[in-house]
């Protein structure tokens, strides 16, 4: 009886492993809906991730060919402007979409498998993997056109999307935990970021800031990430106040504020 009773029981290590294989299907389910929720509506759904930051680089494009001015890195302003724009709308895109993963699919929260933390990380992975996605495309396309190269070190690049996927993540968790405790702190999330688009060098570099104010500008961690990020494309460039330590110190320490965020406001977040 005794050999029975200990032949039946599961081993820590096999339920941890189960339990694991579960939060993957769970993670996968949701994206796979997110991805039809999003994208599966119209024919050209998928296309319209590609609308925004081709507009924000045609825009300024037209802007700087209007003002004769040259590419601060390379010979081509639409490839500068890429490099700059992607990780930007990364960073916008997952963690305001973040905010609003619970809102938009709290019945999901009905199955005991689901928590709020799978419904928010799945829609964060979603919108990582769709930006990248649409960078490698845009590349292809500049690369057409004659304008692209290949990045300089795919490993640096990679590393760069990655840390800025970490913080926006970070960032979107602690701002879903916000919008449940006061509504209206989104429309306060979105009127602070704004003003971001114009101090993260996505269409300067930081070297090219004056002195007395680069000092103030270099604190903010998304302009570290867009160096970073055209640091690992342009072979030729390495920004002299790039810091790669701070900004992975920063999305670390986001990532596990939003984390033991998500955790203690659970229940709140479930009855949202």
């Given amino acids: 009886m005794t050999g029975t009773t200990t032949g039946n029981k599961i081993p820590p290590v096999h339920r941890q492993a189960s339990a694991l294989a579960i939060q993957g299907r769970v993670l996968l389910a949701i994206m796979l809906r997110e991805t039809t929720t999003r994208f599966g509506r119209t024919r050209f759904g998928y296309a319209w991730a590609l609308v925004e930051p081709i507009a924000h680089v045609a825009t300024l494009?037209?802007?700087?060919?209007?003002?004769?001015?040259?590419?601060?890195?390379?010979?081509?302003?639409?490839?500068?402007?890429?490099?700059?724009?992607?990780?930007?709308?990364?960073?916008?895109?997952?963690?305001?979409?973040?905010?609003?993963a619970v809102d938009a699919n709290g019945a999901l929260l009905s199955y005991p498998q689901v928590l709020p933390i799978d419904i928010m990380v799945g829609r964060a992975l979603l919108e990582s993997g769709t930006m990248i996605a649409v960078f490698t495309i845009l590349l292809m396309g500049l690369g057409?056109?004659?304008?692209?190269?290949?990045?300089?070190?795919f490993l640096d690049l990679a590393?760069?999307?990655?840390?800025?996927?970490?913080?926006a993540t970070g960032l979107g968790l602690l701002n879903g935990v916000a919008v449940s405790l006061l509504p209206s702190y989104e429309k306060l999330y979105t009127a602070v970021t704004r003003p971001l688009y114009f101090v993260s060098g996505i269409f300067f570099t930081a070297d090219a800031i004056p002195s007395p104010m680069r000092e103030w500008m270099v604190l903010?961690?998304?302009?570290?990430m867009i160096e970073w990020t055209r640091s690992g494309y342009f072979q030729d460039y390495d920004g002299t106040h790039l810091d790669r330590g701070y900004a992975v110190a920063i999305a670390a320490v986001l990532l596990f504020l939003g984390l033991a965020a998500e955790r203690v406001a659970r229940d709140r977040l479930r009855r949202a």
């Fill in 61 to 100: 494009l037209t802007i700087f060919t209007l003002l004769r001015r040259a590419a601060p890195i390379g010979n081509d302003l639409s490839l500068f402007f890429t490099t700059g724009i992607v990780p930007w709308l990364m960073f916008v895109n997952i963690s305001s979409r973040t905010m609003k």
């Fill in 144 to 153: 057409a056109l004659g304008s692209a190269t290949v990045p300089g070190d």
């Fill in 159 to 167: 590393g760069a999307l990655a840390c800025v996927t970490v913080f």
């Fill in 220 to 224: 903010n961690p998304v302009l570290h």
